[in-house]
């Protein structure tokens, strides 16, 4: 369970709208164990895919795509298809260059959050998925976390955004969510990635 002055620290912070200002509240190794080994697991594992669908809603528009996304090291692949207003549209990047392909036609920017906003027109960081996806706050950044009972973590704020983690499955002693909802604000955007199947290196094992 999360210590009170801990979560008493969070709320201040949450209240204030200002996690950016506010130190680093993961817990040191002493003080929850499981979660620190747990993120050192998280932040080595750079090779995955997944599948399972994604809800998006912007500016009172809401699409829920079927995804597959294939990671290796900081290059990535995504495919979106489904109900997505847009037929099927491949994101392809990697640190200072990513592409878009819908159909015959093709788009390319620096940053994965320049091009979104400019072809899909939605304001998300997607910089930070490749963490949030796994259930770890991005490195090195102020967050704000909130664990079970089991010592899991369930719930973080980073960069103004709420991570919600849940139906947690154990790969091999790695935790991995199966449902994670990205959300900023009540009437803003929001993620909704349900139904993740993953897939890890041979290393690892299948869920249980």
């Known amino acids: 369970m999360i210590r009170t002055g801990a979560l008493r620290l969070a709320s201040v912070c949450l209240l204030k709208a200002a996690l950016s200002a506010c130190t680093s509240l993961a817990p040191q190794a002493n003080e929850n164990s499981i979660w620190a080994l747990q993120s050192q697991q998280?932040?080595?594992?750079?090779?995955?895919?997944l599948r399972g669908r994604v809800n998006?809603?912007?500016?009172?528009?809401?699409?829920?795509?079927?995804?597959?996304?294939?990671?290796?090291?900081?290059a990535y692949r995504?495919?979106?298809?489904g109900t997505f207003n847009a037929g099927n549209t491949l994101i392809q990047g990697e640190p200072g260059r990513v592409s878009l392909d819908?159909?015959?036609k093709h788009f390319s920017a620096k940053s994965p959050e320049e091009l979104i906003l400019q072809q899909l027109g939605y304001e998300l960081p997607i910089s930070y998925?490749?963490?949030?996806?796994?259930?770890?706050?991005?490195?090195d950044r102020p967050a704000a976390l909130l664990f079970n009972d089991l010592n899991q973590l369930t719930a973080f704020e980073q960069a103004d955004w709420t991570i919600t983690l849940s139906d947690l499955r154990d790969y091999g002693g790695l935790i991995l969510p199966r449902?994670?909802?990205?959300?900023r604000s009540e009437n803003d955007a929001r993620l909704r990635f349900v139904g993740l199947s993953w897939t890890l290196p041979e290393n690892q094992?299948?869920?249980r």
């Open 56 to 74: 998006v809603r912007y500016d009172n528009e809401s699409q829920t795509p079927r995804i597959q996304w294939q990671h290796s090291n900081r």
């Open 179 to 183: 449902r994670v909802d990205i959300m």
């Open 129 to 139: 998925l490749e963490f949030w996806i796994k259930g770890l706050p991005v490195p």
């Open 102 to 104: 819908q159909g015959d």
């Open 42 to 49: 998280l932040e080595k594992l750079t090779h995955w895919q």
């Open 205 to 207: 094992e299948t869920a």
């Open 78 to 81: 995504i495919r979106l298809w």
